[in-house]
């Protein structure tokens, strides 16, 4: 009996503000159902990448089946689905919550609720997620759970009264929190005899399998031998195993209605996996898709170079290798007078375009100069064509532009009321336009309309600061708009440096430029001689700045005879500087060209 | 004939090791004093058997505090010295000394023995700043020294200062300059205090425990104070920190900024000779069982390329005001700086911080202030090449 079956499943995911113990309930709830042995436990399982361990946050979404016996005596299939934690991600969590019934909400308790604890519910509410509280760290001297357990009810209005009270840390209370999983979460519900409908919410390439997909079973089933159809892309592949993740590969003889699991279907390319689609039956189609598919579309780009020319065919691997695992990442091959051979790469936002560049570094242990980053610009001719710029040094001479459009976007941002005008203002200043605003209870959505050009910025991190943590935010693009832009160039020692140039609105040119200029001067370094700055639009100098002669750098004594020693000193003065560009006559901080970007305005 | 060289010898004993020292030297050695000496005899003669009785133009007994040597053990080893080697008549034989070690008796033993510049570490007039360091004498105390060896018939005197020590003011730097200027040395030496990691003083910046160091504004100010006094009181600047009365200059560094042939003795001493560069052992220990069997203690640094030469022989000769001798470079490696260095000279030279006058290759007051930078461009034009011949 189908019900039967799918009445001892669980599908949930975790939700946390940062440091709250997420991973570590994760580790621990792995580890009481067998899927780890303790002494395997070396470190967090489900953060498994340096740089999501690093940063606390959760950049693929996982899924780990486990099975747990409860006090009714039944044995029930759990699986976990860990999901990203970023505004950048917001449409891979969206499809990895799409695929669960429940979310266990970790809540400090030395900490109390927070502000991405509040962003996380506000996620999952929309998913009509149950929404199990746990109050963590409750062996910790400070910990105050009955206050906690008060908060959560008055800022979130959850009932808390039956949260588990927990230390993921020392392992008490666990299986409190396995039992509110089974007792309080809804089992998946679904038509195991419908034609096959799969909600694809990850995918990842192995060397051996392809490209594997990370399924919910939404009805229906599939099994070996099955031919599937991807339902967006209309491909199709033949099915050479199913099975469950735990998080080694359990090959199974189907997935059913309601089962979190793998298929691994021999795709060469994991551009055919796309997160969102619906995997369906060649032979028995499903009559529609899943709602909520989007595709992953590059928002961001920037150019990125290797600061040792000699790196080119290196980076041009490591690219391919991430690309291979990340169907979001596009590149393709660049000039640039400056900074020579590289890639123009997009993102789906800054974040991505961040880890991307911190695993290039890492990872493939290269050095990297990545340029301002850009959104794509449609560029009316005065000919009549449409050109599409994502790199300010194509832009066609001003006489050949008829006018240009820029990608706008739907922003909401949620936030507590105290904030609102902070926000307002923030918004004002990006260029916003207002649309609404809509109340829920004690807190307030903001829709605007915004140039993406502007959320690229420093947009997360204004819209973090002014509400102390407390708003999130999500957006959506819906458009181009006509926008009046120039180009702004920056000349380092009277040369144009390409790779500094970007396209802004006009009413911002000046500004920028000026803070650019400055921005620049502060980040490179004193040199032999004096080096202007300048910012220009179409040839006029709007800005002007001057990084000072360095007045000192000379050894005063030789150290007798030691010869070599001096030579060292020089040797490793030259090292120090290997991550500067040298452009025309002046030697830039590969850093130069990112830090531009953070810029108070 | 073989070309005339420059001896060094290293005498490794202090009283008190000052808190911005990081020289091979030992405070608490001085019972064995005798016995160091005879090691560095025998050193001598072991260097002298493996590279010939060489003509020495120069030599230089540094330290550490060489005036802590009696006047026998000074006539001990400059005796073995000639005895091991061809020293000219007019040879440049410079002893160095702290103020705070001399006795009448001891300056006059040093001039009988040959001794005919004496270079006084003397950093600074004012006690304060001297005791801030770790120095163990008074500006009286140098003020006596200075006295004493003219009355012992040393008539090539140079006074050690340095500058931007920790709290130190301009004024104050002014003042120092000024006295060691009303003492009327032959020559003065100016260096501007470089923080060696390991030292005392550099762990004591770092924890707040002293005055902070003055600021490269305050530094930039000391430097043009002593470019004025220097100036007015007639002594030329011929190197970054080295000034003189003309005619003055010490003949024997100018040996090691010229890249010309030296042999170094004693313990931790370095060697530049027949295009090999050597370097003694600077532990104590381990230096005098080597010089006492009689061995020569070498430890080779291995070949230097050419590369490495050309670029040292700029690396040393630009601290000199007159530069490098750019024919003799060119004779030395087949060519001039100019093509081995194409862009960095053009651009310095465009840019008013290198000159080419006649056969020298040198650095405008400007360049020289920023000589590093200069040099470290130069090594970035040679790492932008593909090397020769590979």
């Known amino acids: 009996m189908a019900n039967e079956r799918m009445e001892k499943i669980r599908n949930f995911c975790i939700i946390a503000h940062i440091d709250h113990g997420k991973s570590t309930l994760a580790d621990r709830l792995l580890e009481k159902t067998g899927v780890y042995e303790k002494r395997e436990m070396v470190e967090q399982i489900l953060d498994s990448m340096e740089l999501e361990r690093e940063r606390g946050i959760t950049i693929k979404s996982k899924a780990v089946h486990m099975h747990y016996k409860a006090r009714d005596g039944q044995t029930y299939a759990l699986n976990l689905i860990d999901t990203p934690g970023h505004v950048d991600f917001t449409y891979e969590v969206s499809r ?49 759970p009955d206050e906690v357990r008060a908060e959560i009810e008055e800022i979130i209005g959850l009932d808390a009264s039956e949260a588990p009270r927990i230390s993921a840390k020392v392992g008490l209370g666990i299986d409190d929190v396995f039992e509110s999983v089974v007792t309080m979460m809804p089992a998946p519900t679904g038509d195991e005899q419908a034609p096959l409908q799969a909600l694809v919410f990850d995918s990842f390439y192995d060397n051996y399998r392809g490209a594997i997909c990370f399924v919910r079973i939404v009805s229906g089933s599939v099994r070996p031998g099955m031919r599937i159809r991807m339902m967006n892309t209309g491909a199709c592949f033949d099915v ?56 992953a579309t590059p928002m961001v780009f920037c150019g990125i170079y290797p600061v040792d020319g000699a790196d080119y065919e290196n980076l041009k691997e490591a690219l391919e290798k991430l690309r291979l695992n990340d169907a979001s990442l596009s590149f393709e091959p660049e000039t640039s007078q400056a900074l020579g051979y590289g890639f123009r790469c997009g993102f789906l936002g800054l974040l991505h375009m961040e880890i ?79 649309k609404d605003m809509v109340y829920e209870g004690n807190r307030v959505c903001l829709h605007y309309e915004m140039p993406l050009s502007e959320i690229i910025f420093d947009f997360f991190d204004q819209i973090k600061s002014r509400s102390r943590g407390y708003a999130s935010y999500d957006y959506e693009f819906f458009g181009y ?48 001689f004096e080096i202007p700055i300048q910012a220009a639009i179409g040839g006029k100098v709007i800005a002007r700045e001057t990084v000072k002669a360095m007045r000192k750098d000379v050894l005063a004594k030789c150290y007798g005879g030691d010869i070599t020693r001096k030579r060292k000193l020089l040797e490793k003065q030259k090292e120090g500087k290997k991550r500067m560009r040298q452009l025309g006559s002046v030697q830039v901080p590969s850093e130069a060209f990112m830090a531009v970007l953070k810029m108070d305005e | 004939m073989q070309e005339a060289i420059s ?116 950093q600074s007039f004012d006690d304060g700043l001297l005791a801030a360091v770790g120095r163990i004498h008074t500006a009286a105390q140098a003020k006596e020294a200075v006295r004493m060896a003219r009355s012992a018939g040393f008539d090539n005197l140079n006074l050690d200062l340095m500058y931007g020590l920790p709290g130190q003011q301009p004024a104050q730097w002014a003042r120092t300059l000024g006295e060691a200027i009303a003492l009327a040395p032959e020559h003065l030496s100016c260096y501007s205090l470089i923080l060696e990691e390991g030292t005392p003083l550099h762990d004591a910046v770092l924890a707040g425990a002293c005055a902070p160091l003055p600021d490269e504004d305050a530094l930039l100010k000391m430097d043009d104070i002593t470019a004025a006094h220097m100036g007015e009181a007639g002594y030329a600047q011929y190197e970054v920190s080295n000034y003189a009365r003309p005619g003055r200059a010490c003949r024997h560094n100018l ?61 040393m000769g630009l601290r000199m005001v007159r530069g490098v001798d750019a024919a003799r470079f060119a004779r030395d490696f087949g060519a001039a700086p100019e093509a081995v260095w194409p862009e960095t000279i053009a651009r310095m030279t465009r840019g008013g911080l290198m000159a080419r006058e006649h056969d020298r290759l040198r650095l405008t007051p400007r360049g020289m202030q920023v000589m590093n930078a200069v040099l470290v461009a130069m090594m970035e034009e040679t790492d932008s090449k593909p090397q020769f011949g590979g």
């Open chain 1, 96 to 144: 990895a919550l799409a695929a669960c019934e429940g979310a266990l909400l970790v809540v400090d308790a030395t900490q109390g609720v927070e502000a991405q604890t509040l962003a996380n519910v506000y996620m999952a509410l929309e998913h009509n997620l149950e929404i199990i509280p746990v109050i963590n760290k409750i062996d910790l001297p400070s910990a105050r």
């Open chain 1, 240 to 295: 050479v195993e199913v099975g469950f993740r735990s998080p080694g590969y359990a090959p199974a003889d189907a997935l059913r209605a309601g089962d979190v699991g793998y298929i691994a279907a021999s795709i060469k390319d994991i551009h055919d996996t796309r997160v969102g689609d619906t995997i369906t039956d060649d032979a028995n189609p499903a009559a529609q898709m899943l709602p909520g598919y989007r595709q």
């Open chain 1, 356 to 434: 991307i560049t911190m695993r290039l570094e890492r990872e493939f242990d290269l050095d990297l100069i990545t340029t301002a980053p850009s959104v794509v610009y449609k560029v009316h001719r005065t000919d009549g064509s449409v050109l599409d710029v994502d790199n300010p040094s194509n832009l066609p001479p001003a006489s050949e532009i008829e006018f240009m459009e820029e990608p706008y976007v739907k922003a909401s941002i949620h936030t507590p009321q105290e904030y609102v005008g902070a926000l307002m203002e923030t918004c004002q200043n990006k260029r916003g336009i207002f």
């Open chain 1, 481 to 528: 708009q006509q926008s009046d832009l120039v180009k702004l160039d920056m000349l380092l020692n009277g040369d144009v440096c390409d790779a500094l140039s970007m396209i802004v609105h006009k009413d911002r040119a000046y500004a920028r430029g000026r803070s650019m200029a400055e921005k620049l001067k502060d980040v490179i370094p004193r040199q032999m």
């Open chain 2, 7 to 122: 001896l060094y010898v290293h005498i490794p004993l202090c009283v008190k090791k000052c808190a911005y020292c990081d020289f091979a030297s030992f405070a608490g050695r001085l019972s064995q004093r005798a016995r160091y000496v005879e090691a560095v005899c025998r050193e001598l003669r072991a260097q002298a058997a493996f590279f010939g009785r060489r003509r020495v133009r120069t030599v230089f007994l540094g330290g550490g505090t060489p005036t802590l040597l009696t006047g026998a053990q000074v006539q001990r080893l400059l005796d073995a010295a000639r005895a091991a080697f061809d020293i000219a008549p007019d040879a440049e034989i410079t002893m160095e000394g702290n103020p705070g070690t001399l006795t009448m008796d001891n300056l006059r033993a040093y001039r009988a023995a040959g001794v005919n510049r004496l270079s006084l570490g003397v």
């Open chain 2, 255 to 315: 040996v090691y900024w010229a890249c010309l042939p030296y042999l170094g003795v004693g313990l931790g001493a370095h060697s530049d000779l027949d295009g090999r560069r050597f370097y003694n052992p600077d532990d104590w220990e381990a230096y005098l069982r080597v010089a006492e069997s009689g061995e020569t203690a070498r430890e080779a640094e291995g070949e230097q390329s050419r590369e490495a030469r050309m670029f040292e022989r700029m690396m």
